[in-house]
Structure formats: C-alpha cells, structure tokens
C-alpha cells in the first residue's frame, strides 16, 4: 500500500535543481527528504507499543530497505535516475506490520498511521523548507567550485 502526495509550487525549485549535477542534486534531495521525515519517525516512536523493545527501536528514516523488503517493494519512481526514495519506517521485523494491522488472535495497535496522519502537512511544510535550504547550499557550492576551479 502506497500514499501520494501531491504537491503543487515547485517550479522555482526545479529550476534550481536543474543548476545542479544529478548526483548534487540526489544529495540535496536526500539531505531534505531525512532531516524533513524524521519528526515522524519520532512520533511512529512514540506510539509504538511498548510490549515489543526492538519495534521502536527499529524505526527511522533511511533510503535503503532490507533485502526482505527490497524484494517486496514496488518502485514507484519508474526509470528517472534523477529521483530518489525516503523511506519511513519500522525496521526488517516481522512484527511490524501484525502490531499495525492486527492479526486473527491479536487486536491492532497502529502506530504507523497515527503519526502519519497527525504529521503530515507539516512534512510537506518541513519537506518545502528544507528542500529550498538544501537546494541553495548545493548552488552556492556548486557556483563557488565553478568559480574556483575559472580562477586557476
């Protein structure tokens, strides 16, 4: 199960991405997309059940899976090199989602969208934030270097 967002205003900064090498602009997407997630991943924390010690601590934002979950994951950014994935989350356990969900014998003890529907429009507000902040770093570097590298 997958969740879209859309988000509208970005022109600005799609012209400013195209300053960028592909690779300084992954980094600067990565930088923005960790630093904005990670207060959900803090609230998925929070209200993780206390019962399972490895859940909570098993939860974080990163751009890797496990091999498990690399397997089960369907790319949704097709062929663009230029994208990147966030991912938010718990860890590799396999309880994670039967504490989320439920089972036949166990009730439901979500975590997961409790955090995701109390935070998210202030992602989108920290992920706009910190995308212009990252954006204009790597463009004054990038611009700095060029100008280095004309002066000798």
Do not use: Y
């Not at 600005?12 to 980094?27: Q, V």
């Not at 938010?88 to 979500?110: D, I």
Request: proline share 5%; glycine share 8%; aromatic share 4%.
């Amino acid at each position: 199960m997958g969740v879209s967002v859309k988000v509208e205003g970005l022109r600005d900064l799609e012209a400013e991405l195209d300053k960028l090498t592909t690779a300084a602009g992954k980094g600067a997407l990565r930088r923005a997309g960790r630093k904005s997630a990670e207060p959900l991943a803090e609230l998925m924390r929070q209200g993780a059940p206390r019962d399972e010690g490895d859940l909570e601590a098993s939860i974080g934002v990163s751009t890797k899976l496990s091999p498990r979950q690399r397997k089960l994951h369907r790319k949704t950014i097709g062929n663009d090199k230029s994208a990147i994935e966030i991912f938010v989350g718990a860890g590799p356990l396999p309880q994670a989602h039967l504490k989320e969900f439920g089972t036949f014998a166990m009730a439901p003890e979500p975590f997961v969208r409790p955090a995701w529907d109390q935070d998210r429009k202030a992602l989108l507000d920290r992920l706009r934030a910190a995308l212009w902040d990252e954006v204009q770093k790597s463009v004054t570097r990038a611009e700095r270097k060029a100008a280095k590298a004309a002066q000798g």
